[in-house]
């Protein structure tokens, strides 16, 4: 089978999936605008997290003129590269995005494990289904957002020098974030957590992190406001 096909197939092996059910994993996803990347990177600065690197055959780009690196954004890899590891048995979850995979290593929940650490990950809406479809509860799912609409798109503008090139791929941006909204609110199993303080954002994802897969009052109030979100979104953009 040739790569595509063998991803379209593939399940991990049982006793990975065994590992991963005791280890503690927290896996973010949100919105662009959402801040998930800015609450991942504090929360590493604590001792109690590991940081789970993606896999992706994609070539690095340039963020703000800063060309991503090997082992700090993703992991970097070949097509053969990424179908040795699907062949061994290595990876838990693997997707095709356009023309490049992206996948999740079990190296890198070894890691964690052997350090008694929490395994954080920021991964996209499906690597996220794909988890729960494997290891259930085991995975606490958090999906952040920002407070409102108008946060939202004032969160945008900022990533954009002018006003011309947010208004044209602002239609883009919001359907995929109409998408991510519609998907994290039909399933049962994301905290979603609402960015409107940093700090307080920080400390609800590290909570969610450290104690049972449980849900809470303050889960049902985030589901209504992300859903105003998401009505707000649809009446303004699409």
């Given at each position: 089978?040739?790569?595509?096909?063998?991803?379209?197939?593939y399940?991990?092996?049982?006793?990975?999936?065994?590992?991963?059910?005791?280890?503690?994993?927290?896996?973010l996803?949100?919105?662009?605008?959402?801040?998930?990347?800015?609450?991942?990177?504090?929360?590493?600065?604590?001792?109690?997290?590991?940081?789970?690197i993606?896999?992706?055959?994609?070539?690095?780009?340039?963020?703000?003129?800063?060309?991503?690196?090997?082992?700090?954004?993703y992991h970097?890899?070949?097509?053969?590269?990424?179908?040795?590891?699907?062949?061994?048995?290595?990876?838990?979850?693997i997707?095709?995005?356009?023309?490049?995979?992206?996948?999740?290593?079990?190296?890198?929940?070894?890691?964690?494990?052997?350090?008694?650490?929490i395994a954080?990950?920021?991964?996209?809406?499906?690597?996220?289904?794909?988890?729960?479809?494997?290891?259930?509860?085991?995975?606490?799912?958090?999906?952040?957002?920002?407070?409102?609409?108008?946060?939202?798109?004032?969160?945008?503008?900022?990533r954009?020098?002018?006003?011309?090139?947010?208004?044209?791929?602002?239609?883009?941006?919001?359907?995929?974030?109409?998408?991510?909204?519609e998907?994290?609110?039909?399933?049962?199993?994301?905290?979603?957590?609402?960015n409107?303080?940093?700090?307080?954002?920080?400390?609800?994802?590290?909570?969610?992190?450290?104690?049972?897969?449980?849900?809470?009052?303050?889960?049902?109030?985030?589901?209504?406001?992300?859903?105003?979100?998401?009505?707000?979104?649809?009446?303004?953009?699409?």
């Amino acid at each position: 089978m040739n790569l595509e096909q063998s991803v379209a197939s593939y399940s991990p092996p049982q006793s990975s999936i065994e590992f991963l059910k005791d280890t503690t994993i927290a896996l973010l996803v949100g919105i662009s605008g959402a801040g998930k990347d800015t609450i991942q990177a504090r929360l590493l600065e604590n001792p109690d997290y590991h940081s789970i690197i993606t896999h992706t055959t994609r070539p690095p780009r340039e963020n703000n003129g800063i060309l991503e690196q090997n082992g700090r954004e993703y992991h970097f890899v070949s097509e053969a590269e990424m179908a040795s590891l699907l062949e061994n048995d290595e990876l838990i979850e693997i997707n095709k995005f356009g023309q490049n995979y992206y996948a999740t290593s079990m190296a890198e929940f070894r890691k964690a494990y052997a350090e008694n650490k929490i395994a954080l990950g920021d991964i996209d809406i499906n690597g996220i289904a794909a988890f729960r479809e494997v290891v259930g509860d085991a995975v606490r799912a958090i999906f952040v957002v920002p407070p409102d609409y108008q946060s939202w798109r004032q969160r945008l503008r900022a990533r954009y020098s002018s006003d011309e090139d947010f208004e044209r791929e602002l239609p883009a941006r919001s359907k995929i974030a109409v998408d991510e909204l519609e998907h994290a609110l039909s399933v049962p199993y994301f905290h979603i957590i609402i960015n409107d303080d940093l700090e307080r954002a920080i400390g609800a994802v590290d909570d969610i992190a450290h104690r049972p897969n449980a849900f809470v009052r303050q889960d049902d109030e985030a589901r209504l406001a992300a859903r105003d979100l998401l009505e707000d979104i649809r009446r303004h953009d699409i």
